[in-house]
């Protein structure tokens, strides 16, 4: 079936670097989706990305991330600076009508 | 805000057991349901969804009928096999199919022994 990819699959940076989640959506998908998922916690939804422009986001979805599509490229999810909290797994997912297709995540440890 | 409840696992059955995983859900509007399931290494995949109250939906032996009265969604197999050792998540969804957020439960853990 479709595909989501997710580059890289682990992250480890320091506190208050900047980091990039990026996501690879499936081809004809439109609408575009982030989760985070804290290791023995339930995922929950970050924000919803549709035609250049966030939909909705969660109260998760702090002032310090921010996402973007440029040109049709990578779906990203850029956090600056990141904190100790933001480490998780975190997951891309895109959809063209109600089906959410995930990527295998892309875990993020903070020292 | 909306909220799913499920049953907690791990849940460890024997091959051609009957499964049950119950799940509630609260919500103030008229949502989809689904159940998706996770393999080691991967992300949910849809398992199956029902977007009106008191339809059934199936997939690979499973279903669950949404109840709208008791606010359930139990997902039931009668027969689990080894290949369904996974973890299964109850999520509500926007009303008629929209693409608006997932709502997670905490996911159940099944493992199937032969």
């Known amino acids: 079936g479709p595909k989501v990819l997710q580059i890289p699959s682990h992250q480890i940076i320091d506190m208050g670097q900047m980091v990039t989640l990026n996501c690879d959506p499936v081809s004809n998908h439109l609408y575009f989706y982030w989760y985070k998922q804290i290791l023995g916690q339930q995922m929950e939804f970050l924000v919803n990305f549709y035609n250049g422009k966030v939909m909705e986001k969660s109260k998760l979805f702090k002032d310090q991330f921010s996402v973007e599509r440029p040109d049709g490229s990578y779906f990203t999810l850029k956090i600056q600076p990141t904190a100790l909290e933001d480490s998780a797994v975190y997951f891309c997912a895109s959809s063209f009508n109600y089906e959410q297709y995930f990527g295998p995540g892309t875990r993020l440890t903070v020292l | 805000g909306d909220s799913v409840t499920q049953t907690k696992g791990p849940v460890t059955l024997s091959e051609g057991t009957s499964l049950t995983v119950n799940c509630s859900y609260e919500t103030k509007q008229y949502p989809t349901l689904f159940w998706y399931v996770q393999y080691p290494g991967e992300g949910p995949q849809l398992l199956f969804k029902?977007?009106?109250?008191?339809e059934k939906g199936s997939n690979r032996g499973f279903e669950a009928t949404y109840d709208k009265g008791t606010t359930s969604f139990h997902l039931q197999k009668a027969s689990v096999q080894e290949s369904d050792s996974a973890v299964y998540y109850c999520?509500?969804?926007?009303?008629?199919?929209?693409?608006?957020?997932?709502?997670f439960g905490k996911g159940t853990k099944l493992s199937v022994k032969s």
């Open positions: 999520v509500l969804g926007g009303s008629g199919g929209s693409n608006a957020k997932l709502t």
């Open positions: 029902v977007p009106k109250a008191n």
